[in-house]
Structures are given as C-alpha cells and as structure tokens.
C-alpha cells in the first residue's frame, strides 16, 4: 500500500527563510522605535494610542509569518481573525462605558 500525503493548507513559499528574517527585521526596528518613543513622548493618549498601533502591527507580522497565518486558507484566517476583531471591539466598548460612568459620577458627586 503506497502512502500519499494530503496537504490540508496551502505551501509556503520557496523563500520563507527570507521572509522569516526580513520579518525579523522589521519587528527588530519596529521594537527600537517602541522603546526610543517610550522615553522621547510624555504621558499622553496620543502615546498609547501609538503604542496599541505598533503593537497591532507587530502582531501582525508575527501571526502572519511565524504563526503561518498568512498562508493558510482565507476561511480558517477569517475563523481566528474575526473573533479577535469582536473581542477588540468589546474591550472598546468596555473602557468607553467605564470612561462614562467616571464622568457621570464626576458630575453628580457619587
């Protein structure tokens, strides 16, 4: 009996070692920038609004290329994508109520 091998997801390309280091890179500059941004900005929410992004877009790379995510199927990225999107969206929706109710009690001294 001959033994064939079924893929499930599709391959990665010829150049992943490339891939691997110039994502290395790129997550290497993106972290001195984070870190030199850390002690040039002062204390605002402009600061970690900037510090959410860099750290959206480091994940990013490192789901897409060390996770293998961005070869795999459309469905199966959507399936693990979209969840993430929506709980995103409730932390959101949870520190904009939480920041309401802190100014509601403010206001009426409770």
Known sequence: ME??????HTEA???MK???WRTF????A???VDIA???ILSPSLPKNILFIVLGIVKAYFIVG???????EKKFLSSMIVLPMLFICFFIW?????????YWLRWLFGK
């Open 3 to 8: 033994h064939t091998e079924h893929l499930e």
């Open 13 to 15: 390309p010829a150049d």
């Open 18 to 20: 490339k891939q691997i």
């Open 25 to 28: 890179w790129i997550l290497f």
């Open 30 to 32: 993106l972290t001195i």
């Open 37 to 39: 941004l850390y002690f």
């Open 65 to 71: 290329i060390f996770m293998h995510m961005k070869f």
């Open 93 to 101: 929706l949870a520190l904009t109520e939480a920041d309401y109710t």
